[in-house]
């Protein structure tokens, strides 16, 4: 872990700037692990996601924690309340990233939980509650088409059937697991109750512009927009390119084409709605061959569940239409559906007042993006801290930046948050 240089006031708080550069240190030391040379990807269980647990079960114990990998890879730390019943308040966010990644998606949120454990730990704050900090191992869905892995274990809601999902080449979820030294069979003894949880706070780089166009390093997320995500295939007939007529084709990527349109005409109707294609494949393309079948991804979000679903179905509809219009076959299956989130309106005024009490100005906005904190939704009250993103709110992408001084604030919010949740629990 990066040296710690941290000064208290005369609160035993950490002096402004003292968290800063060293979440900044920490991200850039574990960016050093990758699935690929010319770029951060970390993907699930790969010698990159390995690496990185490893490294950041070691900062745990560091800092003073008490820290273990659990069964799905998850990598948890402890500050330990001396009450022998207490409940535990969950600081966490994923490690895993997303190909061709930015430093900070994800880990921002598990290292400034981390500086904040430690501080308290070596303060020796005593608090009515564990403070546990989680590295998720899983939330992008990259290898295996299924996001929150990590979350879902430790929330109940994994799924056995997902052990049988395979990545791209034919490695089952299982086998990946157990090539790993985890014990699939141990999974749904992870699942925490909803009488030990006190709450959980997650801390995130926006990733998006909204912070950065209103000059603000903070925000405290509304509500987290559901998500549903689909695997389409189109198939038609392949033939040659310069012997069958244009009016009788059944050409597969004419119709991609068709869905990809529907999709933005339909999403751009409505506000806080958005879909996206994110991938198509060819199979067997060549330029000189009408391609035969198209495989899409469709991701479909929204902050109201009700607006979400509509769009679904005039999207199936619309492909239904497409399916008849071009002579072809549309197949869509649904890898995943979260539902919206409602942030926990008490943990959001102690963020606000934690703001506020730092001289800034308490702001709400909307997560377009998906987040590990859906999972405890139902289990326990969740809240988010936005920390603005720079070049323009890019995210997913090297280009993805954060400031030493905004990730200075969004510690020292959170510390104070923690602290007065404390208090209002004695």
Not at 299 to 319: K, N, Q
Not at 349 to 376: R, Y
């Amino acid at each position: 872990m990066p040296a710690d240089r941290t000064l208290s006031d005369d609160r035993g708080l950490p002096l402004p700037g003292m968290f800063g550069d060293r979440i900044i240190d920490a991200a850039n030391s574990l960016a050093r692990w990758s699935d690929s040379a010319d770029g951060l990807s970390c993907t699930y269980l790969g010698p990159a996601h390995r690496a990185v647990a490893g490294e950041l079960c070691a900062w745990m114990k560091q800092a003073g924690l008490q820290a273990y990998i659990d069964g799905v890879g998850n990598v948890v730390g402890r500050h330990a309340s001396a009450r022998p019943n207490a409940k535990t308040l969950v600081i966490g966010s994923h490690y895993d990233t997303v190909l061709n990644a930015g430093r900070y998606d994800g880990r921002l949120g598990i290292v400034t939980g981390l500086l904040v454990a430690e501080h308290l730990a070596k303060a020796a704050v005593a608090l009515p509650f564990h403070l546990d900090v989680i590295g998720f191992s899983e939330e992008e869905g990259v290898r295996f088409p299924l996001p929150y892995i990590g979350s879902a274990a430790l929330t109940g809601r994994f799924d056995p059937q997902w052990l049988e999902r395979s990545d791209a080449d034919g490695v089952t979820l299982s086998t990946a697991m157990r090539n790993a030294d985890l014990d699939p069979d141990a999974i749904s003894t992870l699942a925490r109750k909803r009488e030990d949880l006190a709450g959980y706070i997650e801390v995130h780089i926006e990733q998006g512009p909204i912070l950065l166009h209103e000059n603000l390093p903070l925000g405290v997320v509304s509500s987290i927009a559901g998500a549903a995500r689909f695997a389409i295939t189109i198939t038609g007939d392949a033939g040659h390119a310069g012997t069958v007529p244009m009016a009788l084709r059944r050409d597969a990527l004419a119709a991609a084409a068709d869905v990809i349109l529907l999709v933005e005409q339909r999403c751009a109707t409505v506000s806080r709605l958005v879909g996206t294609i994110g991938q198509i494949l060819v199979p067997n393309a060549a330029s000189n061959v009408i391609p035969g079948r198209c495989d899409l991804s469709l991701d479909v979000r929204a902050a109201d569940d009700h607006v979400r679903d509509a769009a679904i179905e005039d999207l199936r509809a619309g492909m239904a239409d497409i399916q008849r219009r071009r002579k072809v076959t549309i197949e869509i299956k649904e890898h995943s559906c979260t539902p919206a989130v409602a942030c926990s309106q008490q943990l959001r005024k102690h963020l606000d007042q934690a703001i506020a009490d730092a001289g800034m100005k308490p702001f709400a906005l909307d997560s377009g993006a998906g987040h590990d904190a859906v999972m405890f939704d139902g289990l326990t009250e969740v809240a988010m801290l936005f920390v603005r993103c720079g070049n323009g709110g890019i995210s997913h992408s090297p280009r993805e930046t954060v400031t030493p001084q905004d990730a200075d604030a969004g510690a020292r919010v959170l510390l104070q948050a923690i602290l007065a949740l404390a208090a209002e629990a004695n």
